[in-house]
């Protein structure tokens, strides 16, 4: 599981080496994939205008956060790290 970061809007319906991006808010997601984490980061960059920020980092537990996408602290919750 990774959480990344980017200076523009993160598509979740992007494709990707991944299984599933989801929105925490649209410039903040967790992508959910079993690749290294070079790949999930050069698969967001593809998918962002040039130039954009970005920042892809691996979790290994949840992450403490409030205020985010509806639902999206249950769903991360059902994953297993």
């Not at 494709?15 to 992508?31: A, M, N």
């Amino acid at each position: 599981m990774y959480l990344a970061f980017a200076g523009a809007p993160i598509d979740p319906d992007a494709d990707g080496p991944w299984e599933e991006i989801v929105p925490l808010q649209p410039t903040l997601v967790f992508v959910r994939s079993d690749v290294h984490r070079s790949a999930v980061y050069h698969g967001l960059k593809d998918v962002l205008p040039t130039g954009t920020a970005l920042l892809v980092t691996e979790l290994h537990e949840i992450p403490k956060f409030k205020g985010m996408a509806p639902g999206v602290l249950a769903w991360a919750r059902s994953i297993r790290f």
